[in-house]
């Protein structure tokens, strides 16, 4: 069953059916946001400017309706806090954004999360809400757990960093996305946007040769721009990264550059959304269920330095429903399933697919370094269940990093 805005019913369950909120004119849903800024890495100072710069470039700043910012709990700097909310304030005032919405956590922790509640309870198939986690998982599991659980299916979290998701060694959080996943929320991760949007290294000042890239907004005829400009110099970093997940919602696009950006907020020329965009990749630790698989955090070598393993016994399996936006509805892929072979014991995997085997099922090798396993032009329909069945002997481990799906033409 075909719903207007994109939604089918899958199994009993709602799903994107595959086109994303935006379509270059209208956005179908609403938007929440949630950041830090107040320890930890200044960076926020100039991501949360530019990506309110990012909304209203792309015309959809009435569809913000939560903001909350200086969100780490554990530990704070009033310093920081004030600097954030100097770029809070500035981007408000340019931007013409409505002040109510936006929550400074460190000064009213109950208005922010009252204010998340309300948005998810708000929420339904018809107004959907993308809630981009550009902070840790503390805040938002808060409200997240106070809202009707009923009305979390319409919410989609967007991430993108593995700090953010609450795994970071210098502070003790309650709460990381493996508390958040199985709320029944769906989750989205793309690409770590340092990639692209950040030009310096954390924890230094950046060179003369790292800010050369931005210098485009220093020169700005635009004096929001230059704004901008000053807002990230105060972070004393080339690093506007968050803002990257702002620019993906409303493009469908991971892989926002400084040239785009320059070309969104100085030449006012927004890009038509990439719909449907040319690959998704499924983290394992993101999956919904994992039967018999825990998460590990010890390889640096793992996407996000993140993977699953099996908890013990032979037997596991991870699954999750295919529910991305900016997908097409019904598209064939080539899906890379990359594992961590065995050093004793050999593990044997199979790829399923709405139930059915893809190819046929593959035994690890030994060695060190993290494989793949490749299968050529898969059909994925929106809302089928993907699933990674692995059964190891002893001494097999079953580790598993991601799902890579790349559209074919």
């Known amino acids: 069953m075909r719903i207007a805005i994109g939604m089918i019913i899958a199994a009993g369950t709602l799903v994107w059916a595959g086109p994303g909120p935006f379509d270059g004119k209208n956005f179908k849903g609403r938007i929440a946001w949630s950041c830090d800024g107040n320890h930890n890495d200044e960076d926020d100072w100039a991501a949360s400017p530019v990506a309110l710069a990012i909304f209203a470039g792309f015309g959809v700043k009435d569809r913000l309706i939560h903001y909350d910012y200086n969100n780490i709990l554990p530990k704070t700097d009033p310093a920081w806090e004030k600097q954030h909310e100097t770029s809070i304030v500035g981007a408000i005032e340019r931007y013409g954004y409505n002040r109510a919405i936006f929550h400074n956590v460190r000064k009213d922790l109950d208005a922010a999360v009252n204010s998340i509640v309300r948005a998810i309870n708000e929420s339904s198939a018809k107004n959907p809400l993308?809630?981009?986690?550009?902070?840790?998982m503390q805040v938002p599991f808060m409200g997240i757990e106070k809202s009707d659980p009923e009305k979390r299916k319409y919410v989609y979290c967007i991430s993108h960093s593995r700090w953010n998701d609450g795994f970071a060694p210098a502070?003790?959080?309650?709460?990381?996305?493996?508390?958040?996943?199985p709320t029944g929320v769906r989750w989205i991760q793309i690409t770590d946007q340092n990639r692209r949007l950040s030009t310096s290294r954390f924890g230094r000042p950046a060179t003369p040769e790292e800010w050369a890239p931005w210098s485009w907004m220093r020169d700005?005829?635009?004096e929001n721009v230059r704004f901008l400009w000053e807002r990230m110099r105060a972070t004393t970093r080339a690093d506007c990264s968050d803002a990257g997940?702002?620019?993906?919602?409303?493009s469908g696009d991971e892989e926002g550059d400084i040239t785009k950006l320059r070309e969104l907020l100085e030449k006012r020329n927004p890009p038509a959304p990439l719909d449907p965009r040319p690959y998704v990749r499924l983290e394992a630790e993101n999956f919904l269920t994992l039967d018999n698989y825990v998460l590990e955090d010890t390889d640096r070598q793992a996407s996000h330095r993140l993977n699953v393993k099996l908890a013990g016994g032979s037997k596991g399996r991870i699954s999750v429903p295919f529910d991305q936006p900016y997908t097409a509805v019904r598209a064939r892929y080539d899906v890379e399933v990359r594992y961590l072979p065995e050093t004793s014991g050999v593990c044997r995997y199979t790829l399923m697919v709405n139930g059915r085997r893809q190819g046929k099922s593959w035994q690890s090798t030994a060695g060190k370094e993290w494989q793949s396993e490749s299968f050529p032009g898969i059909t994925v329909k929106s809302g089928d269940p993907i699933t990674v069945e692995s059964e190891c002997e002893a001494g097999g481990t079953g580790r598993l990093d991601y799902l890579h799906l790349t559209r074919k033409p």
């Open 245 to 250: 997940m702002a620019y993906f919602l409303v």
């Open 171 to 181: 502070y003790t959080f309650p709460y990381n996305k493996r508390a958040v996943i």
């Open 220 to 222: 700005s005829p635009v």
């Open 130 to 136: 993308f809630f981009v986690l550009a902070g840790p």
